[in-house]
């Protein structure tokens, strides 16, 4: 595998030309679905196998059960603020620098764990939005992009899978 097929083993996000009520209710499912799926993945791994890079340079596959539930309670926030605020400016931040904390040293549990728990929430919300609550946004300070909901529900759903792949790849080869 090249480099780019390792890094993005489902290809790279890309941004949905249009949002069907079935692509909004695919993405939906591969939310649910997700935590169950890490879980399934990386239940038979011993603390080595965890260790182990996903590609050359990358995460741990334990940084990336970590990242993935850090990552993921960043979206339900964003999702909540643009719910509550007219247009607000997320916080970004630096998740390479959150995959060097101590806590990304941790077993894998509480985060499977705390990934179950914002992905109920985040079905729950995504269950009973209307049309104009999918339409909200908020404002990325990056890129100054104003991310409608129903994108960023897309691209958690990619994220999940993007993710699972790295796992799932690297298990193969064990």
Known sequence: MTDDQLKYPIGEFSVPVSYTSQDMQGWINDIKELPG??????????ETQLDTPYRPGGWTLRQVVHHLADSHMNSLIRFKWAL??????IKAYDQAGWALQADYKLPVEPSLKMLEGIHQHLVALFESFNEEQWNRYFVHPETGANVPLKRNLALYAWHGKHHLAHLTNTIKQF
């Open 84 to 89: 509550t605020e007219d247009s607000p400016i």
């Open 37 to 46: 799926k890490v879980r399934q993945a990386i239940i038979s791994l011993n």
